[in-house]
């Protein structure tokens, strides 16, 4: 089993549509989370940070992670074409080291 | 600052030839990684660096792959002899340890292995 568990999609939806996306994992030491979010033949970019549980909200994007479920998510409110990408889970034990990636997520919203 | 460098973009090369790609991290970073994606296996960590030591190089599939980093500007991947399975888009990355999550890629090398 792996660490980290995200459906790969894809994921269609209209333009406006609110998208959830979401991740498991198995190691209740992850106390660092993140998302990122890749185009097309680019390397991901940092979306968002959280530490430990609770929420954060960034503009369109908010984030959550649920420790006790060992479940995170990634909500897009208000969804456009430019939000088209691939976004990846990721979470680590501790401050530097190894940071852990779910397989990632293609999204794919239509004007 | 230029961001994480990477070379060569692309790589095409024949089963058996020795492949070397190349990273220069942003300076100031601490921390550096080498990640190869595919579309099975999604983004794997292969090895890591802290202050151009390596940390862990667990994900190293076998000996045919190798890293070195001499110094805190260079880093390279190295796979000998290379084989079709082991084409796929590989990442460096670089990070501040201070910056908890953030890692900065580059571009990504695509290699293809005939």
């Known amino acids: 089993q792996k660490e980290v568990e995200q459906d790969p999609g894809p994921l269609s939806v209209p333009e406006g549509a609110i998208v959830s996306l979401n991740c498991t994992y198995s190691?209740?030491?992850?106390?660092?989370f993140m998302w990122y979010r890749q185009y097309s033949r680019k390397g991901p970019e940092l979306l968002m940070y959280t530490y430990s549980s609770g929420n954060k909200e960034d503009g369109r994007f908010t984030a959550q992670v649920d420790k006790s479920s060992k479940y995170i998510s990634l909500f897009i409110r208000d969804s456009q074409p430019s939000d088209s990408a691939t976004y990846l889970c990721?979470?680590?034990?501790?401050?530097?080291?190894?940071?852990?990636f779910g397989q990632g997520t293609e999204l794919s919203v239509k004007p | 600052d230029a961001g994480v460098i990477q070379s060569p973009r692309h790589e095409v090369t024949e089963m058996g030839q020795e492949v070397t790609l190349r990273c220069k991290p942003i300076s100031g970073h601490d921390y550096l990684f080498w990640y190869r994606q595919t579309m099975m296996r999604g983004l794997e960590l292969l090895i890591y660096?802290?202050?151009?030591?390596?940390?862990?190089d667990s994900g190293m599939p076998e000996d045919r792959f190798s890293a070195k980093m001499p110094n805190a500007s260079f880093s390279t991947l190295k796979i000998q002899p290379s084989e079709p399975r082991d084409s796929a888009v590989y990442f460096c990355a670089s990070s501040f340890r201070g910056a908890a999550g953030e890692l900065f890629f580059g571009e990504g090398s695509r290699l293809t292995v005939l």
């Open positions: 660096f802290n202050n151009n030591v390596p940390i862990d």
């Open positions: 190691n209740s030491a992850f106390q660092y």
């Open positions: 990721a979470m680590r034990r501790n401050q530097g080291g190894k940071l852990i």
